[in-house]
């Protein structure tokens, strides 16, 4: 059973930066294409960024291209999402899971971004 745990969310300002961290059971990474999701209150779950097995490729939501950037660390066991030049609309609860094969859902880290 994979475990998921992210962190790194708080509260910003338009225009600010975080860096999401996704900490992973041990191995996971090297085996899987991983990403983000998002869910804002009363709204889907949507995919915000994603990143192949191997790092070699990555794909983002038309709403943050240009502004998140996903990577991860092998020796770590984690991934993560920076993300910078925040908008109001970015706010939601972040999840990290599988690309392509789906596990139980962590419980998520908050972002708020607010003036």
């Known amino acids: 059973q994979v475990q998921l745990v992210e962190s790194g969310g708080g509260l910003v300002q338009p225009g600010g930066s975080l860096n999401l961290s996704c900490a992973t059971s041990?191995?996971?990474?090297?085996?899987?294409?991983m990403a983000w999701y998002r869910q804002a209150p009363e709204k889907q779950r949507e995919l915000v960024a994603s990143?192949?097995?191997?790092?070699?490729?990555?794909e983002y939501a038309n709403s943050v291209k240009g502004r998140a950037t996903i990577s991860a660390d092998v020796a770590k066991d984690t991934v993560y999402l920076q993300m910078n030049s925040l908008k109001p609309e970015d706010t939601a609860v972040y999840y990290c899971?599988?690309?392509?094969?789906?596990?139980?859902w962590g419980q998520g880290t908050q972002v708020t971004v607010s003036s």
């Open positions: 899971n599988g690309a392509l094969t789906l596990w139980p």
């Open positions: 041990q191995g996971v990474i090297p085996l899987y294409s």
């Open positions: 990143i192949s097995k191997g790092g070699f490729f990555t």
